[in-house]
């Protein structure tokens, strides 16, 4: 196990936050996890856990040990001629798992093309994008609970999946370190092309036949067109969630601004909050080195050597001007660190 002292996190972060960590290792066996993780109670200190840094917002110099994960492996546990079961360690990054699995022809992570991050964060929040979410093709996980350092095993039903939730970030906050996850997908699959532009795409590619490869590399296209490249400009995707609101309320909203768009859901409708953003005026909203992406409202950015504070202050102001405008609160999908 490997100590570091005063390290820059900036590299570890897709915002591309220069702020530092008291301690940093990097752990690459289970092992390296237990003894990073007994350091840390030895020293009394606070434990981050970091994956690929694409889902933080960094505002303070972090005064306690940060964990990155790179737990590998691809492993096949169980085949037959309709699924396949994989464990995947949690530190394998997350698009080159997606490519691996849709070489094989394993289908149901297609959807999921090119989301920044590691295996071991998807979970976390339940990754989606376009129709699909991880609960789709998840069966279960090893965590390592930080208090006894023992492996244990959760099945899709203990994780309590919603949108963007999972159990990690609500009871079990902070008590479990994922290590890997078990993936069933599928060797016949069911195309998911129903949302938003991907038929257009696929038309537009002048595709003569649906598959796997082919959602991937539309959903691939669609995403490069409308969010910012993490190498190029810093951010952490949706920096707020989409809110769901009651049907009476969307109705009244509905009197005043008629063309807001609305997905209903079980408990309500679900509303852009890009849209709420765009229309209280934020898209391409620009002060000192950070802002609101001119492409898609709901991403905050970092032009260059901006500040999480910074970052923190405008989606404040942000947040205060949504719900002044519309009645309507915005929860963030970024972790303040
Ligand atoms: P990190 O940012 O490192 O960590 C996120 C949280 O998970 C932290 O609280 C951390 O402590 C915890 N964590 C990380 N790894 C572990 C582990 N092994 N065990 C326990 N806790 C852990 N998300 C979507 O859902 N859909 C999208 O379409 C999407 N698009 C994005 C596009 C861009 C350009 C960017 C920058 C981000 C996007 N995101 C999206 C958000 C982000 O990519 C995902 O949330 C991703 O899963 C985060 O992975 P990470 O490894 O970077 O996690
Ligand atoms: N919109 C605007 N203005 C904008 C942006 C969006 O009016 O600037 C409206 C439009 O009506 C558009 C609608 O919002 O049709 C939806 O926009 P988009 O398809 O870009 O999706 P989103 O709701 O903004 C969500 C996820 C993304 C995911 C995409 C595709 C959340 C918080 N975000 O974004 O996930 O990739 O759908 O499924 O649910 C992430 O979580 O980091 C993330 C990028």
């Not at 609970?145 to 899709?156: A, D, P, Q, S, V």
């Amino acid at each position: 196990m490997n100590i570091q002292e005063n390290i820059s996190l900036k590299p570890f972060n897709t915002f591309g936050i220069d702020k530092k960590a008291r301690f940093f290792t990097a752990v690459t066996t289970i092992k390296e996890l237990q003894e990073a993780l007994t350091f840390g109670k030895q020293k009394n200190l606070s434990i981050i856990i970091l994956g690929g840094g694409s889902n933080i917002l960094l505002t303070q110099d972090l005064d306690c040990l940060v964990i990155k994960i790179k737990l590998t492996g691809i492993q096949i546990l169980e085949e037959n001629e309709e699924e396949v079961f994989v464990e995947v360690g949690a530190g394998e990054v997350w698009h080159e798992w997606v490519q691996f699995a849709i070489h094989k022809n394993w289908a149901g992570l297609e959807n999921l093309s090119l989301i920044p991050g590691t295996v071991g964060a998807s979970p976390m929040q339940n990754i989606g994008a376009y129709g699909v979410e991880i609960q789709d093709v998840f069966h279960s996980l090893k965590a390592i609970n930080r208090n006894t350092l023992e492996l244990e095993i959760f099945t899709k039903d203990k994780c309590e999946f919603g949108y963007r939730e999972s159990v990690f970030k609500h009871k079990l906050k902070d008590q479990f370190v994922i290590c890997s996850v078990v993936f069933k997908l599928s060797k016949k699959p069911t195309f998911h092309t129903e949302y938003g532009a991907i038929q257009e795409t696929l038309s537009e590619m002048n595709v003569s036949e649906t598959s796997i490869q082919t959602i991937s590399e539309a959903v691939i296209k669609i995403r490069q067109s409308k969010l910012p490249d993490p190498s190029m400009i810093g951010n952490a995707g949706s920096f707020f969630k989409n809110p769901t609101i009651s049907f009476e309320e969307f109705e009244k909203l509905k009197e005043r601004f008629p063309e807001v768009p609305g997905y209903p859901q079980p408990n309500g409708i679900k509303v852009p909050a890009g849209w709420l953003i765009e229309r209280a005026g934020w898209k391409g909203f620009k002060r000192g080195k950070v802002g609101v992406h001119d492409k898609q409202a709901l991403v905050l950015v970092n032009f260059g050597d901006g500040d999480g504070a910074e970052i923190a202050k405008l989606a404040s102001e942000i947040q205060s001007s949504v719900e002044e405008r519309f009645g309507i609160k915005l929860s963030p999908e970024v972790n303040f660190l």
